[in-house]
């Protein structure tokens, strides 16, 4: 079908002139343009972060849909308005899993998001005002930095808690499996935070969204359940916990989890409320099903598959890249930092690298709010299998040795 010309006929209106100033300051980077590039064929591209769909547990997500509409009770429900803290079972459910780490939850510490991207915009707009400072690591996840934007803050290094005076309001941190760098924070990097937040009344959002895909033993104890469990109660804790289904279920269904103190939470439904109602009431109840049948065996054959890819990974790196390129090891989720030989500039590199190698990669100055760092790219080691991955890498390595 021809659509009609949308180019010319919106050049008719100023629409800058009636944005906001959010809506202005909102662009698409150039990276954004580059990769759509990545439907090409023959492209091998290390640039998503997106999970494998073989890994997806198809039969049971089929099964547990079926299963809804199978109960007329259910299927009323699931197709109905619900309240916007969220399906209490799948809430309750959350809630178990605290618990079994020996830290109190109730369903009440408990909100349910569209995906743990919906938790940071509305973290942002709970806590941030125009100017506040926000203290992130350099480099940080790119969604985190688009998500609180809105309320315009200062920008900062996560560092800035560990040393001297802080007029932080509010420190984004993945200590697990981060992204885009891979690394995981030890547990007196943990400790320190905490104390140190606490200290300067900083409130700490940890962002869990890998922490399930661990490859080589399970990390430390999260920043929430070491605080909550030093003082007794997830209420008096500064932290506020994101998870999310994304990684280890399937992202489509959209379903992600906060766990903090219940004043915050309380706040955090008003807002969501405000948003969009609540989060859709069918996809929670199958999540709710689908994670009961699931059990450990699906999350152990994701730490096995992913954990296969990295060895592979990092064994091709160690074999293609020439000298002067180090990266992160990561003992889980789905990336590796690459930093490159100063003067080198990664998104000059993939320009290069879509042009002579078909291979793609997510420059690094898109993971900083300000003064990037230039000489990186984010590599995801989690999608390709492992003989296609070491074909990508051996053709990065052949442009590097030519760009260097
Ligand atoms: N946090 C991090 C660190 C992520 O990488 C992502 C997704 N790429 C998210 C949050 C958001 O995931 P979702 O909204 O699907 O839960």
């Keep these: 079908m021809a ?48 999970p494998d769909p073989a890994l997806f547990p198809m039969d049971i997500i089929a099964k547990a849909h079926a299963a809804v509409f199978a109960d007329p009770k259910r299927a009323t429900a ?9 399906y209490l079972p799948l809430r309750e459910q959350i809630a178990q ?3 079994d780490q020996g830290v109190p939850c ?11 991207q919906q938790a940071l915009d509305l973290i942002g707009r709970l806590f941030l005002d125009a100017g506040d400072r926000l203290l992130a690591a350099r480099p940080t996840y790119l969604g985190a930095l688009q998500a609180f934007n809105g309320p315009k803050p200062t920008h900062g ?14 420190a984004y941190t993945m200590p697990d499996f981060a992204n885009p760098t891979g690394e995981t924070m030890g547990m007196n990097e943990r400790q320190a935070l905490l104390a140190n937040a606490d200290a300067k009344g900083v409130v700490l959002v940890e962002d869990a969204a890998y922490v399930a895909l661990s490859f080589d033993g399970p990390p430390p104890p999260s920043l929430l359940a070491l605080d909550a469990k030093a003082k007794g109660s997830i209420e008096a804790s500064r932290v506020i916990h994101c998870g999310t289904f994304s990684k280890t279920v399937v992202p489509g269904l959209r379903v992600g989890w906060v766990v903090a103190a ?23 109840m199958v999540l709710h099903d689908i994670v009961e049948q699931l059990g450990d065996a699906h999350i152990e054959r994701l730490r096995k598959v992913y954990g296969a890819r990295r060895d592979a990974f990092m064994a091709a ?27 080198l500039d990664g998104a000059k590199l993939l320009e290069r690298a879509l042009a002579e190698e078909n291979v793609a990669f997510v420059p690094g100055a898109a993971f900083f709010a300000k003064d990037p760092v230039r000489n990186s790219i984010r590599l995801n080691f989690s999608f390709n299998e492992a003989p296609i991955a070491e074909e990508g890498v051996a053709r990065l390595g052949r442009l590097l040795k030519r760009a260097i």
């Design 3 to 50: 659509y009609p010309d949308t180019a010319t006929q919106s050049e008719a209106i100023d629409w800058d002139h009636s944005f906001s100033d959010l809506g202005n300051r909102a662009t698409a980077s150039e990276i954004r343009e580059l990769l759509k590039l990545l439907d090409r064929p023959g492209i091998i591209s290390f640039a998503g972060g997106i």
């Design 78 to 86: 699931a197709l109905q308005y619900s309240v916007s803290e969220g």
């Design 97 to 99: 899993t605290w618990r």
């Design 106 to 116: 109730s369903p009440d510490n408990v909100l349910i998001v569209n995906g743990s």
């Design 157 to 170: 290094d996560l560092a800035e808690l560990k040393s001297g005076q802080t007029s932080a309001k509010l």
């Design 262 to 284: 219940s004043p915050v939470i309380r706040k955090l439904v008003l807002l969501k409320q405000a948003s969009d109602l609540h989060a859709s009431s069918l996809a929670q």
């Design 317 to 343: 790196l160690d074999e293609h890249m020439p000298a002067g390129v180090s990266w992160t090891r990561p003992k889980g989720g789905m990336f590796t930092w690459v930093d490159l030989p100063e003067g």
